[in-house]
């Protein structure tokens, strides 16, 4: 399957689960383009087949632009994806699986390399970890010869036996699942007692407010201070489901934007971009990435000051949540009034140890199915043990981008294997692990 055919599978996914396919299509570009940015001419093939929708007179820089914004999913789930997966729609699992689709056909754009064998392989787990769902292995690619499958999940027969009677739809995840969720992750222990802080704050304030009572007016948005990769995505994500949960939020989606995303290049454009993207967070979070960036400037002023007034008139019903490094955002929030009177709760974000880092690893490299022995963690540590750290370490990030690379390393070596076996094609090797360079890894 092209990406061509694969971006009509997943329109047509999403039309069967009542959601917008032109939406679902702009999330299979990025997630595709991000797919295949280490390889050679990649541009070139996606413009040609993403030509059948908008993609008419695309250019490098479109494709660029579409794999910067598609890096998001490699490690989580689209916004679509986790809206049905936060909904319980049973459309959740065909969602997923035509995403991974498109992910496998973004890794044969282009010049394929190991690089984006690994991307194909982690962005198709990530999507399918949302709502698990048989997925096609991926293909012997070109210039990749004898390319072994790789073990996302067995392919569905060729004939898709007639539907049964349908099910009645499962039911949404409950706070208390939400919570257990936010409670396995690795680290973070400081802000998983704040949002259990606050969830259980929420719930009282509703409860109050179905008895009658009096209750205060709480400011639901919050600051999510931290450096790259230490999981304030990952959360955000959880407090969408949770306020979902609680009846806070109708929707529960998380839509996830930077400053390229609500300005535009002229005066007056921005005030419509921005209203645009909130609209779509409307029912749900909007989490706003380096929100500092819109400082400085006019239009990032037209942007700041049609968020507040969106806010304000959402403010039933959306949530906001800015992110970036503490003390550009301490300097951001202070030097605007209508955000500091709505922004109230802040939580910090720790940097991950070692150890940490190596539990991540782990709990990746096994949601993608593959097994990492001790060997494999010594050489992780051995290589984390020789990363300067700083503001601009990618943490979590850093890690994935390794298991990435490993996954690519693992795929070319057995590659001469005619008929690698289950464990050859789970195994990864310490010697399959290199460190990533650090401006990859900054791009990333």
Same mark, same amino acid.
């Given at each position: 399957m092209n990406l061509t055919e694969a971006l009509e599978a997943l329109e047509a996914a999403a039309t069967a689960a009542g +959601?917008?396919? /032109?939406?679902?299509?702009?999330?299979?570009?990025?997630?595709?383009?991000?797919?295949?940015?280490?390889? #050679?001419? /990649?541009?070139?093939?996606? /413009?040609?087949?993403?030509?059948?929708? /908008?993609?008419?007179? $695309?250019?490098?820089e479109d494709f660029m632009a579409a794999a910067s914004k598609g890096r998001r999913y490699r490690s989580a789930p689209t916004p679509t994806m986790s809206a049905l997966a936060l909904s319980g729609s049973a459309h959740a699992a065909a969602y997923a699986k035509a995403l991974a689709d498109v992910a496998v056909a973004g890794s044969g754009l282009g010049e394929p390399n190991a690089r984006t064998v690994g991307n194909a392989a982690t962005a198709a787990s990530?999507?399918?970890?949302?709502?698990?769902?048989?997925?096609?292995?991926?293909?012997?690619?070109?210039?990749?010869?004898?390319?072994?499958? %790789?073990? +996302?999940q067995?392919?569905?027969?060729?004939? !898709?036996?007639?539907?049964?009677? #349908?099910?009645?739809?499962?039911?949404?995840?409950? =706070?208390?699942?939400? %919570?257990?969720?936010?409670?396995? %992750? +690795?680290?973070?222990?400081?802000? *998983?007692?704040?949002?259990?802080r606050q969830a259980a704050v929420l719930r009282v304030e509703g409860l109050r407010a179905e008895?009658?009572? *009096?209750?205060?007016?709480?400011t639901r948005h919050m600051i999510f201070n931290g450096n790259p990769g230490t999981g304030k995505t990952t959360v955000a994500r959880l407090v969408a489901g949770i306020y979902r949960a609680l009846? %806070?939020? @109708?929707?529960?989606?998380?839509?996830?934007?930077?400053? @390229?995303?609500?300005?535009?290049?002229?005066?007056?454009?921005?005030?419509? *971009? !921005?209203?645009?993207?909130? #609209? @779509?967070?409307?029912g749900g979070v909007l989490f706003i990435d380096e929100a500092y960036s819109l400082s400085g400037d006019q239009y990032g002023t037209e942007a700041i000051d049609t968020l507040v007034k969106e806010m304000e008139d959402k403010r039933d019903d959306l949530v906001v949540i800015v992110a970036g490094y503490p003390l550009p955002m301490a300097v951001f929030i202070a030097q605007n009034p209508g955000l500091e009177s709505r922004f109230r709760t802040t939580i910090d974000f720790a940097d991950y140890t070692d150890d940490e880092l190596a539990d991540i690893f782990e709990v990746m490299a096994s949601a993608a199915e593959y097994d990492v022995a001790e060997p494999v963690v010594a050489r992780l &540590?051995?290589?984390?043990?020789? +990363? !300067?750290?700083g503001p601009t370490f990618?943490?979590? &990030?850093? =890690?994935?981008?390794?298991?990435?690379?490993?996954?690519g390393a693992h795929a070319w070596r057995l590659r001469d294997i005619e008929s690698p076996t289950v464990e050859q094609? $789970? !195994?990864?090797?310490?010697?399959?692990l290199a460190p990533v360079d650090v401006e990859e890894e900054e791009a990333s």
């Open positions: +959601v917008d396919p /032109a939406e679902a299509r702009a999330e299979g570009e990025r997630l595709a383009a991000t797919v295949a940015e280490p390889a #050679k001419g /990649a541009y070139v093939d996606w /413009a040609e087949q993403t030509a059948g929708g /908008a993609g008419n007179g $695309r250019t490098a990530a999507q399918l970890g949302q709502a698990p769902a048989p997925a096609p292995n991926l293909p012997n690619l070109p210039n990749l010869p004898n390319l072994p499958n %790789l073990p +996302v067995a392919a569905p027969p060729a004939e !898709t036996p007639p539907e049964p009677a #349908k099910e009645p739809e499962p039911e949404p995840k409950t =706070v208390e699942e939400l %919570l257990a969720e936010l409670d396995a %992750l +690795v680290g973070l222990e400081a802000v *998983k007692a704040e949002i259990h008895a009658g009572l *009096k209750a205060p007016t709480i009846g %806070l939020l @109708s929707k529960g989606q998380l839509i996830e934007v930077d400053r @390229s995303e609500l300005v535009a290049g002229y005066l007056g454009q921005t005030a419509m *971009k !921005t209203a645009e993207v909130v #609209k @779509s967070a409307e &540590r051995e290589i984390l043990g020789t +990363v !300067t750290r990618g943490n979590a &990030r850093y =890690v994935r981008n390794l298991l990435e690379a490993a996954i094609l $789970r !195994t990864i090797r310490a010697e399959d």
